[in-house]
């Protein structure tokens, strides 16, 4: 059954014909909206900054959709499921001012980069680029949403819509985040064959997600939705650390291995 900010609307609530478009650009039921491109943001960053971990960059970047998630179970934030809503998730995000407007995400990208400096004693402009990750994840979704990413309080909302093209979504998702990790990768010389070949098979792990979430199964219920997104965030950052420890640093001039041979 539903959580207290879950809808679902009755089987018979309109949905649009999308019957003589490609198969791929039709409304696909989906398991939410999972945007591994955030994780290109996280790998970027890393490459920056070494000095913060890889398991506080993933778990950064999607700082705002773990909040969500339980937001949603906690009945303050509201979402409902409506059949062909966008043509790659049913998800209309009707109401999440505090995690997704563009002021909470400001203030949780500053709360979290000040915690993450004066509680643990990080160097500033660690807490600046771990700020940075944070909220990259109001700008990339900003391209992919409809007009549901409020401004400021509920109101005034925004968003590209790149999630009615699911073949330009999917595309850009994929782009993203081999992008970032190649950019990681680059100039680092690893320990083993796991550090190695590890990264480029977990960013085909992503991938095979992903590909699952834009064109797989339906959505129980919005609550299910959220406890997938919050044990997936958790899961991914722990093998993303796991295999970042299989990284010995910048190799030496003319060694770099971004890209197994």
Not at 37 to 57: C, E, V
Not at 117 to 122: D, I, K
Not at 229 to 243: K, N, R
Request: charged share 15%.
């Amino acid at each position: 059954m539903p959580g207290r900010g879950a809808d679902v609307l009755p089987s018979g609530s309109p949905r649009r014909d999308d019957s003589s478009l490609p198969w791929a650009w039709r409304v696909q039921p989906s398991a939410g909206s999972m945007f591994i491109g955030h994780y290109g943001a996280a790998y970027a960053i890393k490459r920056w900054r070494p000095d913060i971990s890889l398991f506080a960059l993933f778990l950064a970047v999607q700082v705002l959709d773990v909040a969500w998630s339980v937001f949603v179970m906690l009945g303050i934030e509201k979402v409902r499921i409506v059949p062909g809503f966008t043509r790659t998730n049913p998800l209309d995000l009707y109401y999440m001012p505090y995690t997704h407007s563009l002021v909470g995400a400001f203030v949780w990208a500053l709360a979290c980069a000040a915690i993450y400096v004066l509680a643990l004693r990080r160097a500033a402009v660690a807490g600046v680029a771990l700020g940075v990750a944070m909220f990259s994840h109001w700008v990339f979704d900003l391209v992919v949403h409809r007009a549901d990413l409020a401004l400021y309080d509920n109101t005034a909302k925004v968003g590209l819509g790149l999630w009615n093209f699911p073949l330009l979504a999917f595309s850009l998702e994929i782009a993203l985040v081999l992008g970032g990790l190649a950019l990681y990768l680059s100039g680092r010389r690893s320990l083993d064959r796991i550090g190695r070949y590890g990264p480029w098979v977990f960013c085909t792990l992503l991938i095979a997600v992903q590909t699952m979430v834009f064109f797989g199964g339906a959505i129980g219920s919005p609550d299910q939705a959220a406890v997938i997104a919050l044990v997936s965030y958790f899961g991914f950052a722990a093998i993303a650390q796991w295999l970042d420890r299989h990284e010995g640093g910048r190799a030496p001039r003319g060694l770099a291995t971004a890209v197994p041979t």
